[in-house]
């Protein structure tokens, strides 16, 4: 697909805000849940808040999963694992946040 083969180059932000914009306009608009597979459709919003986590853009990849990934009508284990595993990698990036906030702060000498 087009969202794994240019996430596997080398990318600026710029080039990662492109392929996202490009994908949402031109692509998402065919994803259809009632038309087409569901997982296909919500397997590529799972890479659209993977992207965003790459440009360290927390709120909009969670705002994509809560809208797309983590859905109504969830029926299919597919759909399920996959928003389970977007789940675990937020949890991690906010973990890492927090830790190099707590680092930071640490560091700092008091006043």
């Keep these: 697909s087009l969202i794994h083969a240019r996430y596997f180059q080398k990318n600026t932000p710029r080039d990662l805000q492109a392929l996202i914009s490009y994908i949402v306009e031109q692509g998402s608009p065919y994803w259809n849940i009632r038309e087409k597979h ?27 999963v809560s809208t797309h ?38 560091s700092q000498p008091p006043k």
């Design 69 to 106: 990934v983590w859905r109504e009508n969830l029926d299919r284990r597919a759909d399920q694992i996959g928003a389970l595993s977007m789940f675990w990698i937020l949890q991690m990036v906010i973990d890492s946040k927090m830790e190099q906030t707590v680092s930071s702060v640490q």
């Design 38 to 64: 569901a997982f296909i459709t919500t397997h590529n919003w799972w890479h659209i808040a993977l992207l965003y986590l790459e440009l360290d853009d927390l709120d909009a990849a969670t705002q994509i």
